[in-house]
């Protein structure tokens, strides 16, 4: 692990997946962007309550390559609240 992702007094960092629990399970809570070139959602982790931001962003290249990217950004139930309310 990088280091606390619920320190708040550093910059927050992305991450390849959720590290929340020994067995982070994450359910959608609300669509925030829909595809088709990206996507975000606020998660919460069905075994901890922990809430996530999901990022996704595909980039089509000319030589006909697709690039893909996720990542998941731990957030506070404050932040959770404020995403819903969007």
């Known amino acids: 692990m990088l280091g606390d992702p619920w320190n708040r007094d ?8 959720p590290n929340c629990c ?8 609300k669509r ?3 595809p088709p070139a990206s996507e975000r959602d606020l998660r919460r982790c069905r075994a901890c ?3 996530w931001q999901f990022d ?13 990217w996720e990542w998941y950004t ?3 139930a404050d932040e959770a609240d404020k995403l819903q309310d969007q």
Do not use: C, N
């Open 32 to 34: 925030l962007v829909d």
């Open 49 to 51: 309550g922990a809430y």
């Open 74 to 76: 731990p957030l506070t």
């Open 10 to 17: 550093r910059k927050r960092f992305m991450l390849a997946k």
């Open 22 to 29: 020994s067995e982070p399970d994450l359910e959608v809570v």
């Open 56 to 68: 996704a962003q595909e980039r089509m290249s000319s030589d006909g390559e697709d690039h893909y």
